[in-house]
């Protein structure tokens, strides 16, 4: 669809230039001519409202600037145009002849599982940071939001011909694991019989604490007693790390996501490149020293506030690891850097750009997008309150472990993957468990799947009644003449262009809704029209080759989500 409306493009623009030299169109500038999407195939395949831009400069009303255009173009020196018409103010409406629909079909037959993808890319280096939970505790939903799209959206990048990878920054150091430590040698001890101990402040409730400190009781008994106190935190600071995020590893490895790299900020740490970059600020002079701590000036950026870079104490406020990290990201190559935050985490995104500007790096190098709250809405249809502290929340693990007692453990990722999808990244999303659990067409994901299936079965039957698909060098794509064939091959078009925008405007949710059109089609298709006509199998055939072409594209379009295409449901 990109290379015919470049194609149209060409012609209306030598159409508006044949009318200026004809001292028909007083313009000493041929504008960008825009395309706006139509309705109904009744409006024609492409409409542009470029006569109504030129009004203006034409000193013209726009329907006559639009008939003078149109006058300039012969459909018969075109093929690829069957008509044009005028509608409304101005809009000119094209109508494509049939064959562009048939070289679709063409395309896709060629391109197979390569189809919408392209080397927009060109190769170039992106990193997408995603999740990047505390190693805290287990993995919640709101992570399981971030990890469908950061992983979706690598698979995007990709598909469109760029280098990107995924990664996960663990955040292993400072007050949060601190707290940790103390947490756990609180639920240890109390294991142990003693009475009267309290989780400190900021510290953690959840049951999880309480399992792992069993376990310690039960490998190591009480020799952990033994030691300081100081000394015991800080060794169960770690061992609670690593076996969290051991967890959290095993999480995301069941939910089909695969980090490339894992980041440790307290391997930024131990490398030098905070004391770098405190260095690189200072003989920039954003450094000052008030009340005993640190400063950096924020507001040079244009910032309400300056921020303690060093407190008091001399530790540094978690900016500096974060600047460190990120100007790491930049020594290694990439050219773009795309970092997905939590809702929790949106006042500091003006700030780490500012870092990132003060380093001198370039200022579209560093992406930040906010991956909004998700609501989990149980089957009554009420809201379920969340919160990591106090051990009230739903984990990824149990939201799989519940859609897999309905849907079965083959699809409760690709439930939970798709409702996650589902919502543009900074709207609020309600996942609703009563939907999600709903083993039928309602559900949105299993509509998709069922739509693939079917395909599947179609050919199944074929073989069954000895009709075998043929290569489409050998069909007859002309017998496709129902309105609803040429509907479902239109659709089938915009699939590169979906894919393109989808990875360029970092919005996944567009491929699902795709999808879901590109079903509510095939559908209707399937239950009205006979595709296995052995009294006429030349429209089999070629019927055949269009059910292909979809399977194709939905297998294609579900790859990119993660999310499976099965060939029976």
């Not at 601190?178 to 001890?189: A, K, P, T």
């Not at 609670?240 to 930024?268: C, M, P, T, Y």
Request: charged content about 25%; glycine content about 6%; hydrophobic content about 40%.
């Amino acid at each position: 669809m990109d290379a015919i409306k470049t194609e149209v493009y060409n012609i209306l623009e030598d159409a508006i230039r044949a009318a200026v030299a004809a001292g028909e169109l007083a313009v000493s500038e041929v504008p960008v001519i825009p395309f706006s999407p139509t309705k109904t195939p009744e409006h024609g395949d492409i409409a542009t409202p470029v006569a109504l831009g030129l009004a203006k400069q034409a000193r013209m009303a726009p329907r006559n600037i639009a008939e003078i255009i149109v006058k300039h173009i012969d459909p018969e020196a075109h093929p690829i145009i069957r008509d044009i018409d005028i509608a409304g103010a101005g809009f000119i409406n094209i109508y494509l002849s049939d064959n562009w629909l048939y070289d679709v079909l063409q395309a896709i037959a060629a391109l197979q599982a390569a189809y919408g993808s392209s080397d927009k890319g060109a190769g170039k280096r992106v990193q997408i940071e995603f999740v990047s939970a505390n190693p805290t505790g287990p993995l919640n939903i709101v992570s399981g939001r971030a990890a469908a799209v950061g992983d979706t959206l690598v698979n995007l990048l990709n598909a469109i011909g760029y280098e990107a990878i995924r990664e996960f920054y663990v955040n292993d150091a400072g007050g949060q694991v601190e707290r940790l430590g103390e947490s756990i040698d609180v639920r240890y001890r109390q294991t142990l019989g003693e009475e009267g101990l309290e989780i400190p402040e900021g510290g953690y409730q959840g049951e999880y604490l309480q399992e792992f400190a069993q376990t310690l009781v039960e490998t190591d008994g009480d020799s952990y007693l033994q030691l300081e106190q100081s000394e015991r935190t800080a060794l169960f600071r770690d061992k609670g790390i690593a076996h969290i995020l051991a967890q959290q590893r095993a999480s995301l490895e069941r939910f089909k996501v695969n980090f490339d790299v894992w980041a440790s900020e307290q391997a930024i740490r131990d490398s030098g490149k905070p004391e770098e970059i405190i260095q690189t600020f200072r003989e920039k002079s954003y450094l000052y020293e008030a009340e005993g701590a640190t400063w950096f000036r924020m507001s040079d950026f244009g910032d309400d506030k300056d921020c303690v870079v060093i407190r008091q104490n001399g530790e540094y406020t978690y900016f500096v690891p974060d600047a460190a990290y990120h100007r790491d990201k930049f020594d290694r190559g990439f050219r773009t850097v795309i970092d997905l935050f939590g809702p929790d985490h949106q006042g500091h995104i003006s700030r780490l750009k500012n870092f990132v500007k003060a380093l001198g790096l370039p200022d579209d190098w560093l992406e930040i997008s906010i991956i909004q709250q998700v609501n989990l809405v149980d089957t009554a249809g009420k809201r379920v309150d969340m919160s990591k502290r106090s051990g009230h929340f739903l984990t990824l693990d149990a939201l799989i472990d519940e859609l897999a007692e309905t849907v079965g453990e083959e699809f409760a990722v690709d439930v939970a993957r798709y409702f996650f999808l589902m919502r543009a990244n900074n709207t609020h999303l309600d996942f609703n468990m009563a939907l999600a659990l709903t083993h039928a067409s309602e559900n949105p994901v299993f509509y998709i799947q069922y739509a693939h299936a079917r395909c599947c079965s179609i050919f199944e039957q074929g073989t069954e009644h000895g009709i075998i698909a043929k290569p489409i060098e050998e069909v007859s794509l002309k017998r496709l003449t129902e309105p609803i064939e040429h509907d479902l091959i239109r659709k089938l078009a915009e699939f590169p262009s979906i894919v393109l925008l989808s990875a360029e405007t970092r919005e996944a949710h567009r491929v699902p809704h795709y999808l879901h059109e590109l079903a509510g089609i095939f559908h209707p298709y399937y239950n009205q029209h006979r595709v296995l006509d052995s009294e006429d199998l030349e429209k089999t055939h070629a019927r055949l080759i269009l059910v292909q072409s979809v399977q194709t594209v939905l297998k294609n379009g579900l790859t990119l989500l993660g999310i499976s295409a099965p060939e029976a449901m």
